[in-house]
């Protein structure tokens, strides 16, 4: 087997066949981990027993004929995500040796699914973060070029993937974690409409933002991960009771008729780098081959986008992190980190009786226009096609001390998240050696029409298929 090209079909059908057993895919992994992750830095905690005795659990229901959608297959999970007493630290100190009591629903689906825990991934402190260094344990690196970013928040679950670590990297996405990683490692990732999968037990970063997803190699396999993990939870109000379509099924689809829309104010934009306008170009010229009308649309807010994330999600985090008091959770010798305490006081401010008006209620009327904009356009055509990040994979350091620099990669995602639209981000093609993402927005719920673009879209160009060097 080959870790680094395996997808979850493949595995599937191979440890159905008795080609391999779950216990002999985890031991490899395991394996690979220990040699190549003090390179990436990819894993906070690898939990080899637990990991173990799942897949040996696994073997014994395939060898009874039992099939489930993720039986055997290894799931690397950000720290971001309860897991039942295996530490959980969201990447910050403070939290250093949290073992949570329970699992958060979405953790509990992949296991009843029958999917291996393999352990926990970095991650920027509590999800702030665009490229994986704000981790107050370590940086990430890209397994594409290591002297490169891997891309944030979920920094970790995107290397896992793409270096051959597991062969799903579990995300949260309040205004890039999961495209923007996923689009640096070449990989597939999944904005979820929010509410589409619960967030109960998730550490919150900014609660009317946080979206719960996952990458994977393929659009198939991040598809039938879907299948698993999107649906209604009582344990979480915002969770509605809208039925989840087998994603799988929409794939492979025509694209003849179907409208796309591309929006002026993202491709005129100074901030863009020329390789990744030609690539996105390229790829978008590609989808018209195939079959879709493309014109173009306005999202004339824009420009305020970066501007209302930066009010309303900060007053949200100042709020969230504020139970970290040393009370509920432990207390340890350490604080929160430069990131987080820049985002309390930004919150706290914006929040702050006098100020109230002027920053939070401002910002969430901006809001509401944004997601305005994203409504009206997406009454004129089925999807909208845009970058991921507005440069390629930037070098460890270059912006690590200019926080306006790193909040301005968001560019093009965190819109998506203030409307509330799932989006998806597919690669598309390389600057040098380094991967770019397409990204693919569509309506509240409307997922399955995002899988079936991206599906024949690598269908034709299959960028997937060039793994890291490692
Ligand atoms: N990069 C964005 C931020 O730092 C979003 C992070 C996220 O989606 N968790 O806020």
């Not at 394996?31 to 027993?49: C, M, N, P, W, Y």
């Not at 099939?67 to 910050?92: E, F």
């Not at 309040?174 to 550490?203: D, E």
């Not at 909208?384 to 995602?413: C, H, Q, R, W």
């Amino acid at each position: 087997m080959n870790l680094l090209t395996l997808t979850i079909k493949e595995a599937r059908r191979a440890l159905q066949s008795k080609e391999f057993s779950a216990v002999e895919l985890v031991r490899a992994y395991i394996d690979r981990i220990q040699t190549h992750d003090s390179k990436l830095g990819a894993f906070l905690t690898v939990d080899e027993s637990g990991a173990l005795s799942q897949a040996k659990r696994a073997d014994a229901q395939i060898a009874k004929g039992i099939t489930k959608k993720l039986l055997g297959i290894p799931v690397a999970c950000k720290d971001l995500y309860s897991t039942r007493a295996v530490r959980t630290t969201a990447g910050a100190k403070i939290i250093d040796t949290y073992k949570p009591p329970y699992n958060a629903t979405v953790v509990d689906r992949y296991l009843e699914a029958g999917a291996i825990l393999m352990g926990k991934t970095n991650e920027d402190a509590w999800g702030h973060g665009s490229s994986g260094e704000n981790s107050d344990y370590f940086p990430t690196r890209n397994p594409y070029d290591t002297t490169h970013v891997p891309g944030g928040s979920s920094s970790g679950s995107a290397v896992a993937v793409a270096a051959g670590f597991s062969l799903v990297g579990t995300g949260t996405d309040t205004g890039s974690s999961i495209r923007l990683p996923a689009s640096f490692c070449n990989i597939v990732g999944m904005k979820p409409t929010y509410g589409r999968v619960p967030r109960y037990g998730v550490i919150s970063m900014a609660s009317s933002f946080d979206t719960i997803g996952h990458m994977t190699r393929t659009v198939y396999d991040n598809a039938l991960v879907y299948e698993v993990t999107a649906g209604a939870d009582p344990r979480d109000a915002t969770t509605p009771q809208v039925p989840v379509p087998m994603y799988t099924e929409s794939l492979g689809k025509s694209l003849k008729g179907l409208r796309a829309g591309i929006p002026k104010e993202y491709f005129r934009s100074n901030g863009i780098d020329k390789g990744v306008r030609e690539v996105t170009m390229t790829a978008i010229g590609k989808l018209e081959s195939l079959g879709m009308r493309v014109e173009e649309i306005s999202l004339p807010h824009t420009e305020y986008a970066m501007a209302c994330y930066y009010v309303l999600v900060p007053s949200e985090i100042s709020s969230n992190l504020s139970r970290y008091d040393g009370v509920r959770f432990g207390a340890t010798r350490d604080t929160f980190g430069a990131e987080a305490k820049r985002r309390i006081m930004l919150g706290t401010h914006a929040l702050s009786a006098g100020y109230y008006d002027a920053f939070y209620h401002k910002a969430a009327k901006v809001r509401t226009l944004i997601k305005q904009d994203f409504e009206k356009a997406l009454e004129k055509v089925d999807v909208i096609l845009a970058p991921v990040s507005p440069t390629p994979p930037f070098k460890l350091g270059e912006k690590v001390n200019d926080p306006l620099a790193m909040y301005l990669s968001d560019i093009f995602v965190c819109p998506v998240n203030i409307a509330g639209v799932p989006a998806l981000s597919v690669p598309c093609g390389f600057a040098g050696i380094l991967p770019i993402g397409l990204q693919i927005i569509g309506k509240q719920f409307g997922e399955q029409l995002l899988y079936q673009v991206a599906s024949a879209y690598e269908n034709e160009t299959e960028w997937y298929k060039k793994p890291a060097i490692l």
